[in-house]
Every structure is written in C-alpha cells, then in structure tokens.
C-alpha cells in the first residue's frame, strides 16, 4: 500500500503487518480500528481477514511464534509447523504461512485461506490411517522415535500433529467365501493373531470377512478354493519342508498329485504352490499310451523307463510323467495288403511269434490282416502296403544288409521285407527331358521329334515335367520301330541293343547312351539330341553349295535315302552301328564331298543338262563295265545309301538365277500345252466309259436292294418273336431278384437297428450314471455349503450380540430394563397414588391374594 493514504481503516477480523523500516521489525495490527501509518512505516501485508477455522476442521500454520512483543521483538519457530483446530478467529504473526495438505501427502504453501482449511481426516470402520513419526515426541506419555510408523484404527477422527505425516489410507481386504487371503511379513511383526512373524513370512487367511493389514504385512493376492472333479486334479509342489493337509511330510522340491479320491476340495497351503491343473487321460477302445518315467511305488519317478497302457482305461499323468510323442495313439490296423516294420529297443520275449526272443537292433515285419500295439520295447520304423505291379512296370530294391539294389517286374503285388526299401534311381537332367519328349530333343528337324512323341511315356503327359515320376519306380522307354537303343552298364562295363518296337527296362546300373546328331539345312552338329538310332529306311536333306569347273557356283538340295545294313544275331553287326555317334552328320559330309569334287570337274553346261547321272555317279560310282551302282555302303557303322533325290539346284550368283527361271518357265509351258490337249482327250474317252458302267451299276443295285429289303421283312418277323419272349422272361427274373434284394435288406436293416438299439441303450445308461453321479455331488456340495452359510451367519449373529452386550455393558442394560417400571412409579407416586391396577379387561385377574394389599395395605407398585 501506498504511504500517500496515512490513514488505513483496519475492519472487524482484518489485520495488517506494519514494517519499520528504522528497525526493521514488523508487527502486527488487528481490527477494527483507523491505523495512522507514519512515514517511517511501511504496510507489507493486509488488510487481510482473520483465520477462522470451523468444527471438525484444522489447518496448518507454518513457522509459529514462539514469541512476540508488538514493536519489540518477533520469534519464530523456523521450519515448525502448529495445527489449529475450531476456535475463535485468529491472525497470522508476520513471519507465519498457511500450508495446504493434499490428501495423504506433503504441505505446501499457499494463500488461499480457504483451501488452506481442511476437514479433519475421517477414519472409517475396519480401515486405518498409515501414520510415519518426523520427528522424536510424545504420545500419551510415550516417547515415539522419529521414523516409527503405525496406523490408527477406525472408525474414529483424526487430530492431525505437526510431529506426523499421514502417509496412506489403508482400506480393508474382503475376504468372500470360498477364498482364502495370502499375506506376508515386511519385516519382524506380530500378526492380529499374536502370532510372531519374521521377514518374509507367509500366512493365509481363510476367515470371510473384512481383513484389515498390519503396519507391516503386506498382501499377496486372494487365491480360490478348487472344487475338485473326477476328471481334474492338481499337480502340487512344495516350496518348503512342510506337512500337507493330509498328514504327509513333504520335503522342498516335491512334487505329487491331488485327485478327488483324497479330498473333495482344495484349499491353498502355505509351502504349496500349485502348478496346474491336470485333465484324466481317456484311452478309448483300440487306443494306447506309452508314459515315460513313470511314478514307481515309492512315489518316485522311474527315469528312463515306459509303461504300455491300452484301452480300454482312464488315468492322471503323475508329475514328471509324460506321454510319448504327446498325445494318445491309435493301434496299427492292417489290411490283407498293409504290414509294418518294427525293431526291437530292448532284450524282450515276442509272444506273437512263440516267445522268440528279440535283441535291441533285430528287425522284422508282421503283415494284416491284424490290430497291433507294440510293446515297449518295440519301435515301429514304418508302415507298407502292397505295391501293386502290372506288366512292364517295377520297382528298385535295396537290401540294406548287402546294398544290393535289383528291380522287381510285374504283373505281381509285391511288399518289401524288413530289410528292403525303395531305391530312387537318379538320371542326368538331359535324360530326363529326353525322356519327356519321348526319346528326342530339338528345334530344327520337325520331323524326327515328331517321330519321338509317340513314345512319351503317360508319366510325363501330366504335367509335362519330369517332377511327378516316381525315381523308385523303374525306368522305361518304349522304343518306336525302326530303331534301336543302347544302353550301357557301367558297373560291369557292358553294353546291350533293344531293337524297337520294345520296351527298354533300365536295370538298377544302367543307363540310356545319348546321341547327338546333326539337323537342319545345312547340318548343325549336336542340333538334336536323341536315345534311338532310326534303323530306317529314312532319308536325309542336305543343302550344299558346288563351283563347276567354269565357276559357276550352284546350291544344291538334296534328299539320300538310307538304312542300316544289321544283322541281329550278330554281336559284332548290332554294335558296329552305334561306332559312329554322329551317323547324320558323318554320312552328309562324306557324300557332299564327293559330290562337290564330281561337280568341280563338270563344266555348267553338261551338269545343267547331265545333272542327275553326275551325282549318281559321284555317290555310288560303277562298276567295271561302266554300270551304276545301286547303292553305297559305309563299312565303318554298316550305313547304307539307297538312293539320292535332287530336290532343287539353283545359282548362288542372281542373274544366272533369273536366266535360268526364264529359260526353264518357257520349256515348262510348251510342255504344259501338250499335256493339257492330250488330257482332255482321255478325259472324254473315260466320261463315256464311265457313264455306260454307271447305268449299268444302277440297275444291278435296284436288283440288290430288293432282294435286302425282303430279308429286311423276314428279319423284323423273327426281332419281333425274339422282343416278346424276352421281355417277359426279363420281367420274372427281374422280380425275383427284386424279392431277393428286399428281404436281404429288411435282414440287414433289423440287425442293424438291433446294434444300434443296443448301443444307444448302452449310452443311455452311461450317460445316466454319470448324470446321477454329478448330481449327487452337486447336491452334497450345495448342502455343505448352505450348512457352513447357516454356520456363518449364526456366529455372525452371536458376535454380533456379544459385541453389543460388551459394548454397552451389563450395569446399562439393567438400568435401561429398570427404567421403564419406575418411571411409571414415579409418575403414580406424583400422582398421590397409593395402590393402582391396570388392566385391559380382557385377560382374567385374580384377585384373592391381593385383596387384603389392596385394602388394608399399601402398596408402591
């Protein structure tokens, strides 16, 4: 404020704080007054109104005067904090602060008067309020160290002390029935048993109701009864040397099972820690598990052993114990056709084959029609069927004792044995798409892969890859005809020659000799790939360019018809044809040099006229007398050369070509001219000739047909007799058949109805059992349970009377029965009444006892 205002009027419960700034001291004015302000002084706070704190609150004033003189001196309790409660209206000392205090937390400052002032803190029943001591003090004449923390019960009010911090409100654990509370020990305590608890301690608490915790007990969690069933139990585990509630010392570490045999329900212990609930294991009909490391009677797991349990049966898995493979499985059912292969773990005595006794490693196989369970000591390595084989097809074997690997052909159905298996046969990729184009691989003669598709063998037609063939399933390859197919075995270094048509068997160490050949035209090399040899007769096209010996350069095309000159029988003959790989390509390179080296001593002119008989010559030559001859003979692979055809002879050079087509175009059409008049002349001559034999075929056709036509009528006669006999005797076996087939099924119907009567009959029974069973149990359970409510509430009841007969006290009741009656006294006695009877006239009062007190004496009641 201003010094300028001299005057300050100071209102009803308004104060003010005036500095002196000669001495530095502030003091303290309180209303109502008019306050002259000198020049010296100085207003540093207020007009300000006074604190009033109401009923059942209290605020907090920080830095207390401990002394004070108006003008003289002012002391304060620095860091100290007072507690006013209800009372008159009060100032603030300069040098004092309002503090505000959250809910359970720290104060701080502030100057709203209005938040500073706070409802004393309200403890409601079974809660508590967590107080921590800041300070050494005195509580009811004991001394409380700083640090200490306790709590006050409700239900009560708080009266907050600067000495304490109110930490927390500690609301009650309820505890409904049928759970039990888990509490532990934060450090050294006495639980509200008193009972002594050391550091982590852990208690249950089963009684329902509202628990409320100690200063130093902490609370787990709320865990739940179990209600246990026939087909659950409870897989325990002791967590320290205890005794069970069943009477059984249990050391830390052990584990056991709980079923409903031994208690119905399941209430958690300390020491116990549940570890899962475990479902009874059903083995139906036709079913088996093996349990490893089974319990033995010691209570102990047998480590390393199995126990065999068939259907039909039902059982908990132990602790430690499990089932193999996880899960239950089914018995081996085999058919005529299937069997299994087993082997033996263990020394143990087959009862199945007489009490032949088996060694760990020894293996067999037992074939169906059978359902088998294997022992223990019995591995089942795999199951087989019956291959079945037709003609042509097989399958590779290997005998895993020796190695040896052979191929079995059909027509049979053949298993393996217990030392065979099923050998894949790996081919070389190029085999392989041989094999899918039918035995012949290119692009550039259309002819011969055309030839080859006939022998694509139906494995390959599905997907056109060779990825669906089965590589245990023997390789073939149908041989076309006209060809022959090596094969060789490079195990035993041999070779053999299948003449087509055949089906070539692949043995398990053998394999296709591939050919490559020359194609197009000209030839390439290795342009088609290919397993057959064309035997022929075939004929090759070749394109060659020859120079006369006037350097005309001509092309020439070519077709030379050939064969293989073979004789079957002869070892030495059949292999002689495959000495040349490349049959094509060699044969066109040995005839165009010949030709080549003809042409090049023949002028233009005579090749152009003598064309055929130059090359003629050039590929077969003549013999001494100057014939030609009629074929050419390759010793070294017996290919022969039948004939040559010359498809068409051009110049390389244009102009020559031109001329030529002009000269040849003109020869074409003089001679095309006589032809066509010498044609139409024939073709008048047989239009004649064919016109008279066309009459006379059409009058010896009429002639035919009606001969036909009454072997027509005389044929649907004889049909009609036939139709009519038949159809009536199709009709009688058809009915007795029908009557055959109607009561064989009313049999089956019956018997089937019958099995099915039967075995809902069965169900139902079953199903009834169990239905009564779990009815009964639910029922004694709802018994005990209603039986323990009944229990609960009557001790609820009863402590609840003895608590308010405590509380109220037995010199209260009895005054509170006697003040009814005297009341009553002194009103009469007030009333000058010495003897009265009251009575609402209708019950009976017997008067002649109390005659005379009512007459002569006097009465006070």
């Given at each position: 404020?201003?010094?300028?205002?001299?005057?300050?009027?100071?209102?009803?419960?308004?104060?003010?704080?005036?500095?002196?700034?000669?001495?530095?001291?502030?003091?303290?004015?309180?209303?109502?007054?008019?306050?002259?302000?000198?020049?010296?002084?100085?207003?540093?706070?207020?007009?300000?109104?006074?604190?009033?704190?109401?009923?059942?609150?209290?605020?907090?004033?920080?830095?207390?005067?401990?002394?004070?003189?108006?003008?003289?001196?002012?002391?304060?309790?620095?860091?100290?904090?007072?507690?006013?409660?209800?009372?008159?209206?009060?100032?603030?000392?300069?040098?004092?602060?309002?503090?505000?205090?959250?809910?359970?937390?720290?104060?701080?400052?502030?100057?709203?008067?209005?938040?500073?002032i706070q409802r004393l803190p309200v403890i409601p029943a079974k809660c508590a309020l967590r107080l921590r001591a800041l300070q050494d003090h005195r509580s009811q004449g004991i001394l409380v160290p700083a640090g200490h923390v306790w709590q006050e019960e409700g239900p009560k009010v708080y009266v907050p002390r600067p000495e304490v911090e109110i930490e927390e409100l500690i609301q009650p654990t309820i505890i409904k029935t049928g759970e039990v509370l888990r509490m532990k020990a934060i450090q050294d305590t006495i639980d509200q048993n008193g009972k002594?608890?050391?550091?982590?301690?852990?208690?249950?608490?089963?009684?329902?109701?509202?628990?409320?915790?100690?200063?130093?007990?902490?609370?787990?969690?709320?865990?739940?009864?179990?209600?246990?069933?026939?087909?659950?139990?409870?897989?325990?585990?002791?967590?320290?040397?205890?005794?069970?509630?069943?009477?059984?010392?249990?050391?830390?570490?052990?584990?056991?099972?709980?079923?409903?045999?031994?208690?119905?329900?399941?209430?958690?212990?300390?020491?116990?820690?549940?570890?899962?609930?475990?479902?009874?294991?059903?083995?139906?009909?036709?079913?088996?598990?093996?349990?490893?490391?089974?319990?033995?009677?010691?209570?102990?797991?047998?480590?390393?052993?199995?126990?065999?349990?068939?259907?039909?049966?039902?059982?908990?898995?132990?602790?430690?114990?499990?089932?193999?493979?996880?899960?239950?499985?089914?018995?081996?059912?085999?058919?005529?056709?299937?069997?299994?292969?087993?082997?033996?773990?263990?020394?143990?005595?087959?009862?199945?084959?007489?009490?032949?006794?088996?060694?760990?490693?020894?293996?067999?196989?037992?074939?169906?029609?059978?359902?088998?369970?294997?022992?223990?000591?019995?591995?089942?390595?795999?199951?087989?069927?019956?291959?079945?084989?037709?003609?042509?097809?097989?399958?590779?074997?290997?005998?895993?004792?020796?190695?040896?690997?052979?191929?079995?052909?059909?027509?049979?159905?053949?298993?393996?044995?217990?030392?065979?298996?099923?050998?894949?046969?790996?081919?070389?990729?190029?085999?392989?798409?041989?094999?899918?184009?039918?035995?012949?691989?290119?692009?550039?003669?259309?002819?011969?892969?055309?030839?080859?598709?006939?022998?694509?063998?139906?494995?390959?037609?599905?997907?056109?890859?060779?990825?669906?063939?089965?590589?245990?399933?023997?390789?073939?390859?149908?041989?076309?005809?006209?060809?022959?197919?090596?094969?060789?075995?490079?195990?035993?270094?041999?070779?053999?020659?299948?003449?087509?048509?055949?089906?070539?068997?692949?043995?398990?160490?053998?394999?296709?000799?591939?050919?490559?050949?020359?194609?197009?035209?000209?030839?390439?090399?290795?342009?088609?790939?290919?397993?057959?040899?064309?035997?022929?007769?075939?004929?090759?096209?070749?394109?060659?360019?020859?120079?006369?010996?006037?350097?005309?350069?001509?092309?020439?095309?070519?077709?030379?018809?050939?064969?293989?000159?073979?004789?079957?029988?002869?070892?030495?003959?059949?292999?002689?044809?495959?000495?040349?790989?490349?049959?094509?390509?060699?044969?066109?390179?040995?005839?165009?040099?010949?030709?080549?080296?003809?042409?090049?001593?023949?002028?233009?002119?005579?090749?152009?006229?003598?064309?055929?008989?130059?090359?003629?010559?050039?590929?077969?030559?003549?013999?001494?007398?100057?014939?030609?001859?009629?074929?050419?003979?390759?010793?070294?692979?017996?290919?022969?050369?039948?004939?040559?055809?010359?498809?068409?002879?051009?110049?390389?050079?244009?102009?020559?070509?031109?001329?030529?087509?002009?000269?040849?175009?003109?020869?074409?059409?003089?001679?095309?001219?006589?032809?066509?008049?010498?044609?139409?002349?024939?073709?008048?001559?047989?239009?004649?000739?064919?016109?008279?034999?066309?009459?006379?075929?059409?009058?010896?056709?009429?002639?035919?047909?009606?001969?036909?036509?009454?072997?027509?009528?005389?044929?649907?006669?004889?049909?009609?007799?036939?139709?009519?006999?038949?159809?009536?005797?199709?009709?009688?076996?058809?009915?007795?058949?029908?009557?055959?087939?109607?009561?064989?099924?009313?049999?089956?119907?019956?018997?089937?109805?019958?099995?099915?009567?039967?075995?809902?009959?069965?169900?139902?029974?079953?199903?009834?059992?169990?239905?009564?069973?779990?009815?009964?149990?639910?029922?004694?359970?709802?018994?005990?349970?209603?039986?323990?409510?009944?229990?609960?509430?009557?001790?609820?009841?009863?402590?609840?009377?003895?608590?308010?007969?405590?509380?109220?006290?037995?010199?209260?009741?009895?005054?509170?029965?006697?003040?009814?009656?005297?009341?009553?006294?002194?009103?009469?006695?007030?009333?000058?009444?010495?003897?009265?009877?009251?009575?609402?006239?209708?019950?009976?009062?017997?008067?002649?006892?109390?005659?005379?007190?009512?007459?002569?004496?006097?009465?006070?009641?």
């Amino acid at each position: 404020m201003s010094n300028t205002n001299s005057l300050v009027g100071i209102s009803p419960r308004q104060f003010i704080h005036v500095l002196d700034m000669n001495t530095n001291i502030t003091r303290l004015e309180v209303g109502p007054k008019t306050f002259h302000l000198q020049t010296n002084e100085k207003i540093v706070r207020g007009p300000a109104p006074m604190i009033c704190v109401p009923p059942g609150s209290f605020c907090l004033i920080l830095n207390p005067v401990r002394e004070y003189e108006a003008g003289v001196k002012c002391e304060l309790n620095l860091g100290q904090i007072a507690v006013k409660l209800h009372g008159d209206p009060f100032p603030l000392y300069p040098g004092e602060e309002l503090q505000r205090v959250p809910d359970f937390g720290k104060a701080s400052k502030t100057n709203d008067y209005k938040s500073a002032i706070q409802r004393l803190p309200v403890i409601p029943a079974k809660c508590a309020l967590r107080l921590r001591a800041l300070q050494d003090h005195r509580s009811q004449g004991i001394l409380v160290p700083a640090g200490h923390v306790w709590q006050e019960e409700g239900p009560k009010v708080y009266v907050p002390r600067p000495e304490v911090e109110i930490e927390e409100l500690i609301q009650p654990t309820i505890i409904k029935t049928g759970e039990v509370l888990r509490m532990k020990a934060i450090q050294d305590t006495i639980d509200q048993n008193g009972k002594k608890r050391v550091t982590g301690d852990e208690w249950l608490i089963r009684e329902p109701g509202a628990y409320l915790r100690g200063v130093w007990e902490e609370v787990v969690g709320i865990e739940m009864n179990i209600t246990l069933t026939a087909e659950v139990g409870l897989h325990l585990k002791a967590t320290q040397n205890i005794v069970d509630f069943l009477g059984k010392p249990r050391d830390a570490g052990d584990e056991w099972l709980l079923t409903r045999e031994e208690i119905e329900e399941y209430s958690p212990q300390v020491g116990i820690e549940m570890v899962k609930t475990v479902k009874k294991l059903v083995v139906k009909k036709g079913q088996y598990a093996v349990i490893k490391d089974p319990v033995g009677p010691d209570g102990k797991n047998q480590l390393g052993t199995r126990v065999l349990r068939t259907g039909l049966c039902s059982f908990f898995l132990q602790p430690g114990e499990s089932i193999e493979d996880g899960k239950i499985k089914n018995a081996s059912i085999l058919t005529a056709e299937e069997s299994i292969v087993l082997q033996a773990t263990e020394v143990f005595t087959d009862t199945m084959y007489k009490g032949m006794k088996r060694r760990p490693g020894d293996k067999w196989m037992i074939r169906g029609p059978l359902s088998y369970i294997p022992p223990t000591s019995v591995e089942v390595i795999k199951r087989r069927k019956t291959i079945p084989l037709s003609k042509n097809e097989g399958v590779y074997v290997q005998n895993t004792k020796t190695g040896k690997v052979r191929a079995v052909m059909g027509p049979q159905a053949y298993m393996l044995t217990a030392d065979e298996e099923l050998w894949e046969k790996v081919l070389s990729p190029e085999t392989e798409e041989l094999l899918i184009q039918g035995g012949g691989l290119g692009s550039v003669d259309i002819r011969k892969v055309a030839y080859f598709e006939q022998s694509i063998d139906p494995v390959y037609l599905q997907d056109g890859s060779g990825a669906g063939r089965d590589k245990s399933r023997v390789v073939t390859f149908r041989c076309p005809g006209s060809t022959a197919v090596k094969v060789n075995n490079h195990q035993l270094k041999t070779s053999r020659v299948v003449f087509g048509p055949d089906l070539v068997v692949l043995g398990p160490d053998e394999n296709f000799n591939v050919l490559s050949l020359s194609a197009g035209k000209p030839k390439r090399s290795n342009a088609l790939k290919s397993l057959c040899l064309m035997l022929g007769p075939d004929f090759i096209t070749e394109v060659m360019e020859v120079e006369t010996s006037d350097h005309a350069r001509l092309r020439l095309q070519v077709a030379f018809n050939n064969f293989f000159e073979v004789d079957r029988t002869d070892e030495e003959s059949v292999k002689k044809i495959f000495q040349v790989p490349d049959f094509i390509g060699f044969a066109c390179r040995q005839l165009g040099s010949r030709i080549r080296a003809s042409v090049a001593l023949t002028p233009f002119d005579d090749f152009h006229k003598h064309s055929a008989r130059i090359i003629q010559l050039a590929v077969f030559g003549e013999d001494k007398t100057g014939k030609l001859l009629p074929r050419l003979k390759f010793d070294v692979n017996n290919l022969v050369i039948s004939s040559i055809d010359i498809q068409n002879i051009e110049p390389v050079d244009t102009k020559m070509r031109d001329s030529l087509m002009k000269s040849v175009q003109l020869a074409i059409e003089i001679s095309t001219k006589s032809v066509e008049a010498s044609a139409e002349h024939e073709a008048n001559r047989r239009e004649q000739i064919a016109k008279g034999q066309l009459e006379r075929q059409r009058l010896l056709n009429e002639v035919e047909a009606e001969k036909e036509r009454a072997r027509l009528y005389e044929l649907r006669a004889e049909a009609a007799a036939v139709e009519s006999t038949g159809q009536a005797k199709a009709e009688a076996q058809a009915e007795a058949e029908k009557t055959l087939i109607e009561c064989q099924s009313e049999i089956t119907a019956a018997t089937l109805k019958a099995q099915a009567e039967e075995i809902e009959h069965y169900s139902k029974l079953e199903t009834q059992s169990m239905l009564r069973s779990s009815e009964m149990a639910y029922k004694r359970r709802m018994m005990e349970l209603e039986v323990h409510k009944q229990k609960s509430n009557a001790q609820i009841e009863v402590s609840k009377f003895a608590q308010m007969v405590g509380t109220i006290g037995s010199t209260t009741l009895t005054k509170i029965a006697q003040a009814g009656p005297r009341m009553k006294l002194n009103m009469l006695t007030a009333l000058g009444m010495e003897s009265v009877l009251l009575t609402d006239g209708s019950s009976p009062i017997n008067l002649f006892n109390t005659a005379e007190g009512l007459i002569g004496g006097r009465s006070s009641t």
